[in-house]
C-alpha cells in the first residue's frame, strides 16, 4: 500500500459521506448520486453520476485507479428496498460486485448494516449469525459476502446514522416536528445502536488507517428505541415530550419487518479504532451550541 493511498469513497452525499469525505486526504476522489444539496463546488477529484450505469463506474475507476475503494453508496431506505428488490439487487449488491470486478486489487471497505440480523437476540457481536429478515437487510449481507471473499477487505456494520446537516434522517425528523409542536410517532420496541455521523465517520478513518480487515460492529454505544431517541430530543432541546406518542410496528403501515432488537456490541470496533462515540444526549447538547454561535 502507499505511503498515501489512492482512496475512491462512493455515496458522499449521503449521511455519512458528507461527514467521512472532508476528513480524508488530498489523494481522495469521491463519487455523488446527485449533485450536493449544499450546493458543495464539486473539485476535480469529484463525479456525479449513477453507479450502476455500466459505462460511468468503468469510466470511474479507470480514471482514479483506486487503491481503497470505501463504498457508502446504498439504497437505504427500507421499505424502497422491499417494494422494488430489483433496485434494491442493483445498488446494494450490483454496485458492490462490479467495483470488485473492476479493481480487484484494491482494498474494499464497505459499510453494512445491524439489519443483517433477525434481532431475537440483540447487543449482536461479529461472530453472531446473520439472518435477515427484509430485502434492505438481505442484500447488504450478500454484498458482505462478497466482499470477505478477499481477507484484505474490512466489512464495518452500523446502526441508525444520524445528524443535523441537511439530509434526511431520523434526527432532523424529530427535530422539525418537535420544534414546530407537531405530534409525532416513534418507533417503540425495536432497539438499535444510534451513531452521529460524525463519530461514525472519525472511527470508520481510524480503522481504515489501522489497516483492519474482516467484520467490525461500530456504532453508538447505546441501546435505545425510537421512541427513547425521540424523548432524548425533545429533552435536550425543552420540546414538549408529550408531542411523542410509543408505536409497535405493527401499527404502522410497512412492508419491510423491522428487527425487535438489531443493537450492535461494538466494544472490539471502539478498541480498535481507540475512539468511542459520543451519547445522543451529549450531540444534541453539542447541536445545541452550534446553533448560539
Ligand atoms: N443510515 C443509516 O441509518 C444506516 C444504518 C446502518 C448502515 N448504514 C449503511 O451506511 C452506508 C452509508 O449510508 P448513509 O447512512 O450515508 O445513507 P444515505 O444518506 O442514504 O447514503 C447513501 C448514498 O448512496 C447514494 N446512492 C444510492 N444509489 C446510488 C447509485 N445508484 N449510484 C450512486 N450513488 C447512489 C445516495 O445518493 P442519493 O440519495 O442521491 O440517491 C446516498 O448519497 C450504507 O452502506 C448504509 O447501508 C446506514
Known amino acids: 500500500m502507499p505511503a498515501e493511498p489512492r482512496i475512491l469513497i462512493t455515496g458522499a452525499g449521503g449521511i455519512l459521506g458528507q461527514r467521512f469525505t472532508p476528513l ?15 450546493n458543495t463546488s464539486l473539485s476535480e477529484n469529484t463525479a456525479v453520476g449513477d453507479l450502476t ?5 468503468g469510466d470511474l475507476i479507470k480514471r482514479v485507479q483506486p487503491d481503497v475503494i470505501v463504498n457508502l453508496a446504498a439504497l437505504t431506505n427500507v421499505e424502497r428496498c422491499e417494494t422494488d428488490a430489483a433496485l434494491a439487487q442493483r445498488v446494494n449488491v450490483g454496485i458492490v460486485e462490479k467495483l470488485l470486478t473492476l479493481a480487484p486489487k484494491a482494498r474494499f471497505v464497505q459499510i453494512s448494516t445491524d439489519y443483517v440480523f433477525d434481532g431475537a437476540k440483540g447487543n449482536y457481536t461479529p461472530s453472531d449469525t446473520p439472518a ?7 442484500t447488504k449481507r450478500d454484498a458482505e459476502i462478497m466482499v470477505l471473499q478477499n481477507s484484505n477487505n474490512l466489512v464495518v456494520r452500523t446502526s441508525g446514522t444520524y445528524d443535523w446537516l441537511e439530509r434526511h434522517n431520523l434526527f432532523t ?12 410517532l416513534a418507533l417503540a420496541g425495536c432497539h438499535y445502536s444510534p451513531i452521529w455521523a460524525d463519530d461514525l465517520a472519525k472511527g470508520l478513518l481510524s480503522l481504515i488507517k489501522t489497516e483492519a480487515t474482516g467484520i467490525i460492529h461500530y456504532a453508538g454505544a447505546e441501546r435505545q428505541t425510537r421512541y427513547d431517541f425521540a424523548k432524548t430530543i425533545a429533552k435536550a432541546f425543552n420540546f414538549d415530550e408529550s408531542l411523542i406518542r410509543p408505536v409497535m410496528q405493527e401499527k404502522f403501515n410497512w412492508r419491510a419487518r423491522r428487527p425487535e432488537d438489531s443493537s450492535l ?10 475512539y468511542k462515540p459520543q451519547s445522543s444526549s451529549r450531540t444534541c447538547s453539542q447541536y445545541r451550541k452550534n446553533m448560539k454561535r
Not at 435477515?132 to 438481505?138: D, E, K, T
Not at 425528523?173 to 409525532?184: M, P, V, W
Open 132 to 138: 435477515p429478515i427484509s430485502l434492505y437487510g438481505q
Open 53 to 57: 450505469d455500466e459505462r460511468f463506474i
Open 173 to 184: 425528523f424529530f427535530y422539525n416536528r418537535l420544534s414546530t409542536g407537531k405530534e409525532t
Open 265 to 274: 456490541d461494538s466494544s472490539l470496533g471502539f478498541a480498535h479504532a481507540q
Open 24 to 38: 480524508c486526504n488530498t489523494n481522495t476522489f469521491a463519487t455523488y448520486h446527485h449533485q450536493p444539496q449544499n
